[in-house]
């Protein structure tokens, strides 16, 4: 055992020794009154196993009513053994011992006991233990139920007072000497205050609950709309009677008999869309010319749904043609639709609408963002070219090749002279697709800058749009005219008879949806796809298939 580990125990003895001696002294006025009871020395083994009992029994009742106060059960500790060596010189005497010799030994043998047993407490329980053992009550109530104490079950609520105690009780695992210390001479903490009964000094001030009253009533006013809501529902879902429902019914039947009469009745239009919407190669571009809400090519918007069943089967035939003619024989046609426009314009939009009525097999969507580490070690055109679509492929471009003549301009991203170089680069690329055998279709979604406040404001509104919405979308908005400019010199310089510009009037999504969809469909006409012949017997392989 190390020293420090000892120097309780060291105490302890100490301490023992000193009521030894006062023990011997008072032992001593006892050999004098009773020296005539001298020879009745007999009766001392039998004092000795009382006195033994007696010792024993005090701390060990002690100990269950201790309390986790430091003061008290030191207090206790110090009360016990005056009264242990009272109640052995008072059964001495009762006794009849007249030698001092021998009271000494009991006084002695009873405090080795003592220390002895505090001694393997001290070294074999840990802090834990010590907290369990301090719980009673004060000292003289110890001292007054001795005798009758009984084990209790602690009813003390887990406070700071306790975690303080654990952690107590890991430090004891390492200088057990330490937390023993800690645990009895540590004063008793009172509970602090609770929220219910918080001092004026914590309470909350005027403003505050003022803010939180607001809160209150906000909460409760939007409880209170939901649940009507929630009614509402309720009310519009409930059971109809047998005649409402057949009415209901009936109503449902007819709407989509009239549905379907009207997609019979509806044809393709007869005129291109293209010659309404294209942009003379080379022409002087006014963007000012063109009417963001105007609908070229269709009158309303009924219109042009009642053609929406036609045109989705007629753009779906002629996708499977084009793959059919590349995957079974030797076409290398495809298409590159391209679609350009300011932040709102319904580039995001348009993709949904019209390649959700494609195969996907045979459909490649693109969506360019910034340039990345990767793409910036080439040439601008690189990403395009590895993104360009396949024999086959209808390929679609969420911005594009021009973003590069376009913020790069406005933002002042490059050179003069480099952007000045990359509109014929962009002509020469685009030659060499159509060469190639692909369709290209550049679409520019005109939007006016009105409609695109309102859907800015729309985005912010909407709490399911916010991931849309990027505060960058304003700062380009304040360099509209900017954008315009570049917008004007790019459908100038590359409107070319191999890729033609087309202005597409935005502000009215239905007619982008719709004159998207048909500038798609004509180009897909311009080619023509047909369905490849098979390479095989056919009766042979009839004959195959009825005998397998």
């Known amino acids: 055992m190390r020293w420090h580990a000892r120097m309780p125990l060291m105490a302890q003895a100490k301490q023992g020794k000193s009521e030894n001696k006062q023990v011997k002294k008072s032992a001593k006025v006892d050999q004098a009154k009773d020296a005539e009871k001298s020879t009745k020395a007999v009766k001392v083994v039998k004092t000795e196993k009382a006195t033994s009992k007696a010792v024993k029994a005090i701390p060990a009742k002690a100990t269950v009513k201790a309390t986790p106060k430091a003061e008290t059960a030191k207090t206790a500790e110090k009360a016990e053994q005056p009264a242990a060596a009272t109640k052995v010189a008072k059964t001495t005497k009762a006794a009849g011992v007249a030698k001092p010799t021998e009271l000494a030994k009991v006084a002695k043998a009873s405090k080795t006991t003592e220390v002895a047993k505090t001694a393997d407490v001290a070294k074999a329980s840990k802090a834990a233990e010590l907290a369990k053992v301090a719980k009673a009550s004060k000292t003289t109530e110890v001292a007054k139920r001795a005798d009758v104490a009984k084990p209790t079950k602690s009813r003390q609520p887990a406070t700071a007072k306790t975690a303080k105690a654990a952690k107590t009780a890991q430090v004891a695992a390492a200088e057990p000497e330490k937390a023993a210390e800690s645990a009895v001479v540590e004063p008793a903490q009172p509970a602090k205050p609770s929220a219910a009964t918080a001092t004026p000094a914590t309470a909350t001030t005027a403003a505050e609950k003022a803010a939180k009253a607001d809160a209150r009533k906000v909460k409760d006013e939007f409880k209170a709309a939901k649940a009507a809501a929630r009614a509402a529902l309720k009310a519009e879902d409930r059971e109809l009677e047998p005649a409402q429902a057949k009415k209901f019914v009936e109503q449902v039947a007819a709407e989509i008999i009239a549905a379907d009469a009207a997609s019979a009745k509806a044809v393709l239009p007869t005129s291109p869309l293209t010659e309404l919407l294209r942009l003379g190669p080379g022409a002087p571009v006014d963007l000012t010319a063109f009417d963001p809400r105007a609908t070229p090519g269709v009158e309303t918007r009924a219109q042009s749904e009642a053609q929406l069943a036609v045109l989705a089967a007629r753009v779906g035939e002629l996708q499977e043609r084009l793959y059919a003619a590349a995957v079974g024989g030797d076409s290398k046609r495809r298409v590159l639709l391209v679609l350009q426009g300011m932040d709102t314009s319904g580039k995001g ?27 910036l070690e080439h040439d601008f055109l690189w990403r395009i070219r590895e993104n360009a679509p396949v024999a086959g492929q209808i390929g679609i471009f969420d911005r594009s090749q021009y973003e590069d003549v376009l913020v790069a301009k406005v933002r002042k991203l490059a050179l003069p002279m480099h952007i000045g170089r990359r509109y014929g680069s962009i002509n020469k690329f685009e030659k060499s697709l159509a060469d190639d055998g692909c369709v290209v279709v550049k679409c520019f979604l005109h939007i006016s800058p009105e409609e695109q406040r309102e859907r800015l404001l729309a985005r912010l509104d909407d709490p399911d749009k916010h991931w849309k919405y990027n505060p960058t979308d304003v700062d380009d908005r304040l360099l509209w005219p900017d954008f315009q400019e570049a917008y004007r010199i790019a459908l100038e310089r590359c409107g070319t008879e191999a890729a033609p510009w087309h202005v597409i009037p935005a502000d009215r999504k239905w007619y982008r949806n719709y004159a998207v969809l048909r500038l798609l469909i004509e180009a897909l006409e311009s080619i023509d796809p047909r369905y490849p012949t098979g390479d095989f017997d056919l009766a042979a392989e009839r004959a195959r298939v009825l005998a397998s």
């Open 349 to 375: 939009g348009t993709v949904r609408h019209v390649a959700g009525l494609l195969d996907p097999n045979g459909t490649r969507i693109k969506a360019f963002k910034a340039p990345t580490p990767e793409e």
